[in-house]
């Protein structure tokens, strides 16, 4: 059990050393671009909003004078999305043309350039690959209102009453206003490209040429976030100085510790040397010294070898001399109640006078005492024990 001791010392030691290697290394990393990674269940969202779609043929006039007021239609929205990192994520966006706010804004049977949304209208789906700007820019904060994110796009979209398709590309800029932690707004700018025959109007223009074919959209909406949201920040660079301050002053006490109990066991050694070849010197080779027994934390079992052999001695030299043996039992201080701590300096004082009444010793020419809590040797942990004298 004492060579165990030593084993899971000396293995607690090394392990210490490679984390204080590890977070030696770690200092000169964390920054404001730094964060923790989650779980792949975290920072989802769902969007739901409505839209406005400007529609852009091949051929036409001015936007506001001729796009806007022949090709402007209104729609519903709704997305599901994940941010991987606070600066990268992605989107799955549905949107759809129907006519329901059209009708409520204007009548759509008058505008030239959209599909006739008695048969349904349109509908898009995208896939939005998702850069957060600010977090990228400017590093990740928790407390940031505004942000700013920008995306390509890739996507399809079906015109119901030609029972058509079209693939489209784009890109857009989408700004967040977050109103707690779980609810954002948000407002959505973006241009699709699409094919040449998509469009219901005759095109006009030479199809080579730098003239677009696409739909201009803004979309506003409230987003939810689910489950759990936000980035852990990366441990700063105090914390990870005061970390390595514990793991330094834990290394010391241990080595501290294997160094007292070296010194303990040679002592030993040469004691029980002495012992074997000059019986006769047994009284005054025990008495000249006080001998300790150490306990575990929370312990009043002896379970050291060692130890045993000490009291082994003692009790040889107390039996030949008949000398007064005094045993004191304590705790270290620095852990559990002085109520608590004064009871184990008892269980550790009678444990020991316990087991020299086993090896031979008289009850009577013992002595037990306990002072509970103390601090009388480094480090701490040494204080658990029982010392004993012969007197």
Known sequence: MYFMKKILIALAIASLGTVANAQTTQLETPSKYSVATNSFWSNWYVQLGVDTHVQVPYGTGS???????????????????????????TRLKLNWENGAFAHAFRNTDHVPYAP???????????????FNLSNLICGYSDT???????????????????????MTIGFGIESLWKLSDRVSLYLDGSYNRLDEHYMPIENTVDKSSNASNGIV??????????????WSKAVTLEAYNALAAASEE????????????????ARLRAQLQELKSAPAKVEKV???AATSVFFDLNSTVINS??????????AAAAKESGAKVIVTGSADSKTGSSAWNQKLSEGRANAVADELVNLGVNRDNITVNAIGGVDQVAPYTLNRRAVVELK
Request: proline residues 2%; hydrophobic residues 40%.
């Open 286 to 288: 025990i008495s000249s």
């Open 217 to 230: 959209a803004l979309d506003f909406g409230v987003q939810i976030n689910l489950g759990k949201t936000g």
């Open 63 to 89: 936007f506001f004078n001729d796009n806007w007021h022949n090709g402007r239609t209104y729609g519903l929205d709704a997305a599901i999305g994940k941010w991987f990192t606070p600066g990268i994520g």
């Open 144 to 166: 940031r209102v505004w942000n700013l994110v920008a995306y390509p796009r890739l996507g399809v979209i079906r015109r119901f009453d030609k029972d058509s398709y079209s």
């Open 250 to 265: 834990a290394l010391a006490k241990l080595r501290a510790e294997l160094d007292k109990e070296r010194a303990e066991n």
């Open 305 to 314: 070898k060692k130890d045993l052999v000490n009291l082994e001695a003692v």
């Open 116 to 130: 006739d949304f008695h048969k349904g209208g349109y509908a898009g789906l995208y896939f939005d690959t998702q």
